[in-house]
């Protein structure tokens, strides 16, 4: 199993990004995905989920009508498009897998497999 994140970089106040997290290894479509992130000395936090059918997603407060998580099942990608990036976002970025439903969708526990981290850097 493999989630290979990328698409990080330094980026202005204001920017966008968009990051991609390609999985292998797994049958994707029965997985929901998630991205997760943690700057230095904090918790790893919730950004985003979307469900293994792309019918639900969800968000954290934090990046609500800024962040847009997405799916391509023929490619076993997802995506994380980031808009209007503040300083606040920065932070390493990680996508995660996982084979069960649920609400427990914002909790790091709740997810089987991980990716390396890609970081997202916010700053003038």
């Known amino acids: 199993v493999q989630l290979q994140a990328s698409g990080g970089g330094l980026v202005h106040p204001g920017g966008s990004l968009r990051l991609s997290c390609a999985a292998s290894?797994?049958?994707?479509?029965?997985?929901?995905m998630g991205w997760f992130r943690q700057a230095p000395g904090k918790e790893r936090e919730f950004v985003a989920h979307?469900?293994?059918?792309?019918?639900?997603?969800f968000y954290a407060d934090s990046v609500k009508g800024r962040f847009t998580i997405s799916g391509d099942n023929a490619k076993n990608t997802v995506y994380l498009q980031m808009n209007s990036l503040k300083p606040e976002d920065t932070a390493g970025y990680y996508c995660?897998?996982?084979?069960?439903?649920?609400?427990?969708?914002?909790?790091?526990?709740?997810?089987?497999?991980w990716g390396r981290g890609t970081q997202v850097t916010v700053s003038s």
């Open positions: 979307i469900n293994w059918s792309g019918s639900s997603t």
């Open positions: 995660a897998a996982r084979s069960r439903g649920g609400g427990n969708y914002y909790s790091p526990a709740a997810y089987d497999y």
């Open positions: 290894g797994f049958t994707f479509s029965a997985y929901g």
